[in-house]
């Protein structure tokens, strides 16, 4: 019973393969999607975790950038109303490019020179970091378009194409499709019940000819081996004695035969 069972398991399973090719392979494609989504996150981090400083340092750089860009742009409303005259608690009120004009023209430009600076060093970071996700692989890792889901789904394996029947079972939120879970165990309990079905039309049968004349062979056998053993008892017994008696005749003789010439030695001595 139990190598039919096995048996009805191993046919079973390409046939559910077969039938539930087309949720495998959408399963698929969206396992080798996360999986995708997960190594780039992964690169991501670790990347970020490698260069924390260098980030740090962008990151501020473009914050006092945008910064400074906002205060260019104040300062250069401020050096119009200076130069058309009008009258604020930062201009003088005087109308064209005077003194005070040329005093705020020349801030304007120290912080532009400044931004200049900014966002040289701004490029030079992010070419920096440009270099950096070349060398570690990170600008080559791109998300799976579906042309190559299609690609991945075709080559899939006998173990990825079983993984991804089992997750059948499941929604994506972890609990039990009923459904499919049903559909999936009927068919490997439909095939372990035929090839249990023999054996149990058998066990259930009354026993015909050949059982009888196997089990008489097997009755045979079995008093044969007992009388076997029987004889051999009986034939070991019988002939003990006689074995014993012809060991000890055999002994004394291989005694006296090395015995003779030391007492001739011992004589002539």
């Known amino acids: 019973i139990i190598l039919a069972i096995a048996i009805g398991l191993v046919i079973s399973r390409p046939l559910e393969l077969k039938i539930f090719d ?6 698929l494609k969206t396992s080798y999607l996360n999986g ?22 962008l990151n501020d750089l473009k914050q006092e950038k945008d910064s400074l860009e906002k205060d260019i742009n104040r300062s250069r409303y401020i050096l119009n109303q200076e130069v058309f005259g009008d009258k604020t608690n930062q201009t003088s009120g005087i109308t064209g490019y005077g003194t005070y004009a040329k005093q705020k023209e020349t801030i304007v430009i120290q912080k532009e ?9 701004l490029a030079s970071m992010e070419s920096f970091f440009n270099r950096r996700k070349e060398l570690d692989g990170l600008s080559s890792e791109r998300m799976f378009n579906g ?4 690609s991945l789904a075709n080559v899939a394996g006998f173990a990825d194409r079983n993984w991804a029947l089992g997750q059948l079972s499941f929604r994506a939120d972890g609990s039990r499709d009923l459904d499919t879970y049903l559909a999936i165990s009927f068919i490997g309990l439909l095939f372990i019940l035929f090839e249990c079905l023999p054996v149990f039309v058998k066990l259930m049968s009354k026993a015909g000819p050949y059982d009888i004349g ?7 056998d079995i008093h044969g081996s007992y009388k076997g053993k029987d004889y051999n008892i009986a034939v070991m017994d019988g002939v003990q004695d006689t074995r014993i008696n012809t ?5 004394k003789r291989l005694i006296r035969g090395r015995s003779e010439p030391e007492l001739e030695d011992y004589f002539q001595d």
């Open 22 to 27: 087309k949720e495998i392979r959408e399963k």
């Open 36 to 57: 995708q989504r997960s190594k780039i996150d992964t690169i991501n981090r670790t990347f970020a975790n490698k260069y924390a400083l260098e980030f740090t340092r």
């Open 113 to 121: 020179q400044h931004l200049e600076n900014i966002r040289s060093e």
């Open 147 to 150: 042309k190559q889901l299609d």
């Open 214 to 220: 196997l089990q008489n062979i097997e009755e045979t």
């Open 247 to 251: 060991e000890i005749s055999k002994q």
